[in-house]
């Protein structure tokens, strides 16, 4: 199986285009009118053009490495046939009515995966609203709109094709982008394995994050997270009983999350329990130096929201360690009167010196992570020159929560993303990514350095 | 005690106020220059204005209901006896080194104490960084863009000044405004008690927020939030040992984090674990009927997000009961082939006839509170027609959690906002802000409700 004729095709087939607003063939067409290539819409009641394209009766009468099935259900294995006979690579099928619909469904499911498997047809689906890869400008989703998410370095690998694209618009609403986007829907014959495995060679995902409702082989799934280099991070759906409306959804027991939760956290992949955790936590790892250790420095400008940060990176398993006497001293020496100056180091309110603090701080060797919270004030704005490389310099993750009204922060904080920080707008995102980070770390310490010993000060 | 002279002063001093920029008595003057009634800025080597208020030597030369201390700590009680003989009501004490600095802290705390005690002041903080009450355009802050702020009918009451403003500023950039915000600090002679009581007379008050650090005496603040008839929701910090940090800041205890959540919960006052649900469980309580039971229905346009909600539902305790056959028929009436009509009601996609089935499922008498999640389409939008006043007309809550790109679902979610309907950007905010108005019902059930009996359909 190579997935290079979803994320990589030259052309692309639309089978069931439609000139009709609305129609699935329609809004699918609209989304790849721009692609950098051949894009046939295939209908053989289609006359004329759409789109600028001229109609083809049959995907055997084109070249198409790629083809987006706007087709029913019933028909699907048929369609799937003929996509293989014509040499496509891949198909995306949208239809629901398969696997996730009963025993009709299910004998329906496996006429189309023995159609592909006779062609080596890639099935990305059924029942999935499909996948965008935002650099190569490939959005083979029928959802409108997407074709505005932008490109980055984190991939999001959603068991559901709706929380795919919830994800994916959340990012685009904060400014991030993706370098992939992908709802697996059924996963008839490709799946999270072959995905994770595809996108960890991909040059351009340095993180990918994971939606998983349930999967028959749930020991696969780990392993193949455990065996790969980008870091992987989970949102494994279904701590309370969601079994038979999952089941319906993609045809997919949930099984056992406590299970799921142990067997990811023994191989570093942190876990986390909302979308937004796992955009954080995907955003945190794909933009930070490898996390090495479990010890969190946090330096707040404000000590509500760091007591709040302090307490949630607690409860998450993180260590806050002393920081050093060295560290103390020169916290002391920049900032006379400071009002905390272990760790937590609370400087009471921005300051000019808020950034040398922060630098101080993330080289203290007993500090493996360093979060930083500050409410964005006018005047002052953030100690950007200051953090522009400091992670690299440090070889350390340095993370900046903030706050403060859209109007101020607005450019202050998209220059800080720009310098390689990556910031949230919570006290609690914040804590969120770090903790996720400190998971990461938990189990893939480099060797030599997995216990820090006593005091946390030996490495 | 009254709190009038903080929430409705005639006239307001800023001692300690300078022309210098940067300077805490500039920054506090800039906040209130706007205020509808006179400033004076106070202080004995002020010369000429400060915009546009000629400088007076001292306090007692004018007549202030409230004034601002911006002045150094170990001069602060002398300030308070100088303002009790002035006449003032009510002072913001802004400087830290307080109760939360030891004993000589301590000391210099019991004497400002003395000293307002002897005139009927009543003293904010000291150790805050203030207060706002947007809808009379009284900013008592000194943090910059604070006038931002906008009017709404949810008050913060935050022990720590930064949650208060982070929290405000939060409501700010999406859209959102306060009846009232209130940073406490070291609550020298007025704390939650006396904030919550005033707040509750507040015409302008729907829901009050609490962020709590600790309190000494606990019993007072949880009867106090029993017995007020606004509904209150409180983010108590402190499951995980804070302690050191925590008493640094404002002088108190984090206490038991069981014990607290135990007796909110027995009393019917939701608790929640970040600044992010403490905001929007309290939009939801204020602009919704009061919930009467913990039945929740859920109608979603995609099932991934439906899945993740029901599991987040379910995992803070609330119930999803079937939905009568009236209802199932209706719904499979209306929109024939439909995916799922038992609850969760799963559409599969939007449609024009979302709404309708939102409306259908908001009439069975086996739901209390209605959660929709739709992912923003171009074209077809919200049903906001069809929920505008549903909620009073059912009198239930129905909150809307939704996605989509910010440039396409702004002014259609804007909208929705405007017709009463409190919408939330991601799945978890709606799930968290639905449990909210679970655990509020949950002990606030109308006699002879209490019980809906097997299989939830008796009431």
Redesign the interface.
Known sequence: VTLSDIFHPESIAVVGASRE??KLGYAAMANVRDFDGPVYPVNPSGEGELFGQEFVASVADVDADLALLCVPAHVVPDVVEECGQAGVGAAVVYA?GFAEAGDDGEELQARAVAAAADHDVVLLGPNTSGFARPAEGLFGSF???VT?IEAGNVAVL?????????VA??A??EGRGLSAMV?LGNRANTGFEEFVEYLDDDPETEAIVL?V?GVDDARSLVQTCRAVETPVVT?K??????G???E???GALTGDHKLYTAAFHQYGVPTV????QLLDAGYALANSPEPTGTNVALVTA???????I??????AGATLPELSEATQDAIADRLPGI??T?N?V?T?RPSPAFGDIVEIVARDENVDVVLVYE?????LGYPTETLDGLDEAVDKPILFAT??????LEADRAALESAGVPTY?????GADAAAALVQYAEHNEPSGSASSGPGGASR
């Open positions: 607003e609305g629901g959802v409108p709109g505005e959603a068991q559901s094709g709706g929380i795919a694209h919830a618009f959340h685009q609403r709802g939606h409702e949102f759906v279904g701590r309370a009983d969601v038979g409306f999952a319906s959804h993609t329990d909302s979308t937004t404000q000590a509500g929201p760091g007591i709040a302090t307490d949630r990176l607690k409860q009002t905390y272990d937590p609370d009471a409410l964005h004030e006018e005047g706050g403060g009204l859209e109007s101020l707008d919570t006290p609690e995102r």
